[in-house]
């Protein structure tokens, strides 16, 4: 497995060393800093030089590198590299070469818990500041009070959960999370519809629970029904939501704590929870997706002096819902000198420095329309390039919809004290923002 690790700085300079086996001396380092920092031409994140293989990842001004000299599993190597700057960030708040500097100690300290002769341990946060403090030092108290769970914890089946967690109210809440992708041409065709998909759960839950977590997943209901044990009044958010349609989900991802062999075999999510906040599942959705807005753009240049603007924006859910926080950019050219608005629903004023027409509509109703007219005034310019014509750009957030269509069909706790839980699930669909999607429509 993993034979030395360093963290280098942009110059090259090595700021944490660490050697987990004597196939490599310290010197290995000088390598990676003439062949890598000081290569520009470098793109790929391996590199091997004769039977010495470099994993690197840049993150801020810092290269995170691992150094084998055997055959490893790079997607193993990758994920301890972004599971470490996870644990920085979870200690100091950033990690870069400054909180690398005043934090050494402890970053040698995690390194010893979280690679033993090379091989990835434990990497839980929670875990961790059990008994290593943002201080660097152990916490007397932690140890004398938690030694015996601590190491059950960090070997055992379960060491992202505590046994004696106690709550006097036990909950689950899931929000179903999907950010939406649309690309549209001039002529109302879809270019591309996709959606990126997050399962955030928090957890607060008693003892060792066993959750199960079922969806409308298309590999599930072509499945024979009886093959599934919904059971009785523990269905959440209606059992018959989720039967009427199934989907195909791509690039499923899981938290640690699933059980994979129970999904291969019967595409159930079984689990027991981390306690709090976690991100169960990720995944994307490429096929019939199911646009919460579309977009009418009617852009025509009148002359060298004027271009005029008729958008129409159309709700695409259902009216018992609601669109929020929605805000189209519509590109005006870049000699634009004034515009003219009229609309009818929201806001809507023309920003000089980003030579766009910005729309709001705090709250649109599902099933309605607006309307947005416009006029822009060009100025005269001496050589006049074409306008590339940039395209319009939207903002969204619908609560209790998914634009992939999928639906928890059932979530089920058990727990040996055999307590009763009360579940939560939300669906939010969203574009824009800080989610990272883009809801594009061409004009």
């Known amino acids: 497995m993993i034979s030395a690790f360093f963290i280098f700085n942009q110059k090259g300079d090595v700021l944490i060393s660490r050697l987990f086996r004597n196939d490599l001396k310290r010197s290995i380092a000088d390598i990676f800093r003439i062949q890598v920092v000081s290569n520009p031409s470098v793109r790929s994140p391996i590199i091997t030089l004769g039977s010495t293989s470099f994993f690197h990842v840049r993150h801020q001004n810092l290269y995170l590198v691992a150094v084998t000299k055997g055959n490893a599993n790079a997607a193993l190597v990758f994920e301890f590299c972004y599971r470490l700057i996870n644990i920085g960030r979870s200690y100091f708040g950033k990690l870069d070469e ?83 992708n649309l690309l549209m041409s001039t002529k109302g065709t879809v270019l591309r519809a996709d959606v990126d998909g997050q399962i955030l759960m928090r957890a607060y839950l008693t003892g060792m629970p066993e959750c199960k977590f079922g969806l409308n997943d298309k590999l599930v209901l072509d499945r024979k029904r009886d093959r599934l044990d919904t059971g009785s009044g523990d269905g959440v958010g209606g059992e018959g939501m989720g039967a009427g349609g199934a989907v195909e989900l791509d690039d499923c991802q899981f938290h640690q704590c699933v059980k994979l062999n129970k999904y291969d075999s019967d595409r159930s999510i079984s689990f ?44 695409n859910f259902d009216s018992k819902l609601t669109g929020t926080d929605i805000v189209l950019r519509i590109p005006t050219p870049p000699n634009t000198t004034s515009v003219k608005c009229s609309v009818a629903v929201g806001k809507a004023k023309w920003v000089s420095a980003d030579n766009s027409i910005v729309w709001k509509i705090p709250k649109m109703q599902g099933m309605g329309d607006a309307s947005l007219q416009a006029e822009a005034t060009l100025s005269q310019v001496t050589v006049r390039k074409a306008w590339s014509r940039p395209p319009i750009e939207m903002d969204f957030q619908v609560l209790m919809l998914t634009a992939s269509g ?38």
Do not use: C
């Open 406 to 443: 999928l639906l928890v069909r059932y979530l089920k706790v058990w727990e040996k004290s055999g307590y009763q839980s009360v579940k939560w699930v939300r669906y939010v669909s969203r574009a824009g923002g800080n989610s990272g999607s883009s809801y594009a429509i061409r004009i």
């Open 98 to 180: 400054e909180s690398v500097k005043n934090n050494f100690v402890l970053i040698y300290e995690l390194l010893d818990e979280i690679l033993d002769f090379g091989y990835p341990q434990t990497s839980e946060t929670d875990t961790l500041k059990m008994y290593i403090t943002t201080e660097g030092v152990k916490s007397e108290q932690a140890v004398r009070e938690d030694s015996a769970k601590i190491t059950i914890q960090a070997t055992g089946a379960t060491s992202w959960r505590r046994a004696d967690v106690k709550y006097r109210k036990n909950e689950a809440f899931v929000d179903v999370v999907e950010n939406v």
């Open 272 to 315: 027991t929870p981390p306690d709090g906040e976690f991100e169960l599942m990720r995944y994307r959705s490429t096929s019939n997706v199911n646009l919460p807005f579309k977009v009418h753009p009617i852009v025509e240049e009148i002359g060298k002096s004027k271009v005029e603007y008729m958008v129409h924006l159309k709700a």
